[in-house]
């Protein structure tokens, strides 16, 4: 009966929920699936009768978004997550909220070695590293000037990326459509900006 018992606990699947979300991975490693997300609200209030006081006083979702990521074989990543907060038109000056749900990252990871892995779909490119913080691991609710008006945001494309030197130097490279300073490539048009 204990063998039974070990050799089941064996190929059982292995269930967590923590920080990082509810997962499920099988007993190997090589197979696992994980939900997790991030709501931020905030609230603005603004003293007077000029028109912002009538127009963005109240709660705002600054970032409402759900993640569904994997491993599959040990070797191929994936992520999908949505935005369903109030994203304007997709610049950080946009002074109008719209509740348009869109898609913030959907890529395909290939990692057959770490010192030389592909990435490909919608996802950060590897420049800047307030802009590579997840918006739940930032200081502030905003991104500095320099990451929301430079910095491009979420690109489509392909990169090469990779640890070198017992992980001690980081490498990417990268091939984009291209997006205007501190934007985002909102569908699978490109814009040339």
Do not use: C, M, W
Request: neutral net charge; without cysteine.
């Amino acid at each position: 009966a204990a063998e039974d018992a070990a050799a089941k606990q064996k190929s059982a699947p292995v269930i967590t929920a923590s920080e990082k979300g509810f997962g499920i991975k099988s007993p190997d490693g090589q197979f696992e699936y994980r939900l997790r997300g991030l709501a931020q609200l905030d609230y603005r209030h603004f003293d007077g009768s000029g028109p912002a006081s009538s127009i963005y006083d109240g709660f705002l979702a600054r970032r409402i978004r759900p993640t569904f990521e994997g491993t599959v074989h040990g070797k191929y990543g994936f992520r999908f997550t949505p935005e369903f907060a109030e994203s304007g038109d997709g610049s950080a000056t946009s002074g109008i909220a719209q509740n348009k749900a869109r898609v913030v990252d959907a890529y395909v990871d290939i990692r057959h070695n770490p010192e030389a892995s592909i990435r490909i779909g919608k996802f950060k490119p590897f420049v800047g590293l307030e802009r590579l913080q997840s918006g739940g691991d930032i200081k502030f609710i905003e991104r500095s000037y320099v990451s929301n008006n430079i910095l491009p945001n979420r690109d489509l494309g392909i990169s090469l990326y990779g640890d070198v030197a017992d992980k001690k130097l980081s490498y990417a490279l990268g091939v984009f459509n291209g997006v205007k300073d501190g934007g985002e490539n909102f569908t699978g048009q490109d814009e040339n900006q």
